[in-house]
């Protein structure tokens, strides 16, 4: 990945933190590492930012908070800076709020997720929220499909992105990292 585009322009440059997740469902790998993995991927392939994954930032500072001050500090050579946190990633029964739900609605399932999203421009002598935004994303699992172990289809196997859990968390990176990037790219035009 190129900090400049062809024509010699500089490509906006992007520090990504990774994402915090507030939830509690369980899976033996970190929903954290494999959607902000999957989130940094899809904006770095749209070649239009030049994006940088941040591991770690000041766990005792508060993406969230008013305070944006430590931003300018911590992300020192970034233009914007992206924070997303997981806030909901639940498995649900699809009949649920029914009156009379339907066989197959029994046994069916919603996957309802929603991420927080803020970004925050740097550029500035303080820096300025550009997009702060609740994500919500909810994938119908129908009955006829086999309850997939997660332990034995893990995240990065082919079976795992064929899986039910694997195929809503694309579509939920791919919606995240279409608003980032039309946010960032209006905001860099500014």
Do not use: C
Not at 2 to 29: L, N, Q
Not at 82 to 90: C, G, I, K, N, Y
Not at 142 to 163: I, K
């Amino acid at each position: 990945m190129t900090r400049y585009h062809e024509d010699g322009r500089a490509k906006p440059a992007v520090a990504i933190a990774s994402m915090i997740d507030t939830t509690s469902f369980d899976v033996p790998w970190s929903l954290s590492e494999e959607l902000t993995t999957m989130v940094v991927k899809r904006i770095a392939d749209t070649k239009s930012i030049f994006v940088q994954s941040i591991d770690d930032f000041s766990s005792s500072k508060n993406p969230f908070a008013q305070d944006l001050s430590w931003t300018k500090h911590e992300f020192a050579g970034q233009e914007f800076v992206v924070f997303m946190e997981l806030v909901q990633h639940d498995l649900i029964p699809a009949a649920k709020g029914k009156k009379k739900p339907s066989s197959t609605q029994e046994a069916a399932n919603n996957l309802n997720m929603a991420v927080r999203l803020r970004v925050i421009d740097l550029r500035g002598h303080t820096p300025k929220i550009v997009l702060q935004e609740l994500v919500k994303e909810s994938y119908y699992i129908p009955r006829s499909l086999l309850p997939t172990d997660y332990n034995r289809t893990t995240w990065g196997s082919e079976d795992y992105r064929a899986s039910p859990m694997g195929i809503a968390h694309a579509q939920l990176a791919q919606e995240i990292s279409a608003r980032l990037n039309d946010y960032i790219l209006l905001a860099k035009s500014r």
